[in-house]
């Protein structure tokens, strides 16, 4: 974990989370001066996968070439004033309670703009988002 956004892990995996940076949890092994030996020596230390498991493909997020892919559509629908706007959200929501203020904003974007996203919790904006 390098961010912010770190959650409590269960204790069932604690052993295999670690931190860096200006992040930290209590009983969680920090990383600092960039050295991941204790990284190297847990992933040695475990069994690994008894079998492999049928290839798959899952797509998350939009990336460089699935936003590039789209560009025509997006520009044409801009020509054609169908969008008006585009946002960027870079920022998280919280765990707790009242601290969802970027999916409120995004509930209240109209349906003529379009939704950029840069943070973790907010991939689930990315279905507001649509080339109208």
């Not at 920090?30 to 797509?59: C, M, N, W, Y």
Request: glycine share 8%; hydrophobic share 40%.
């Amino acid at each position: 974990m390098t961010t912010n956004c770190i959650q409590k892990p269960r204790e069932s995996y604690k052993d295999r989370i670690f931190t860096c940076g200006p992040v930290g949890w209590p009983g969680v092994v920090h990383i600092s001066d960039r050295d991941f030996s204790p990284v190297i020596e847990k992933a040695l230390s475990l069994p690994g996968f008894e079998q492999d498991e049928p290839e798959k493909s899952i797509t998350v997020g939009f990336a460089r070439n699935a936003v590039l892919s789209v560009a025509p559509k997006v520009i044409e629908a801009v020509k054609q004033g169908k969008i008006k706007h585009f946002f960027l959200i870079g920022g998280c929501d919280g765990a707790k309670p009242g601290r969802n203020y970027y999916t409120q904003f995004a509930q209240m974007v109209p349906q003529d703009c379009v939704i950029l996203t840069l943070a973790v919790e907010n991939t689930a904006l990315i279905s507001l988002i649509s080339v109208p």
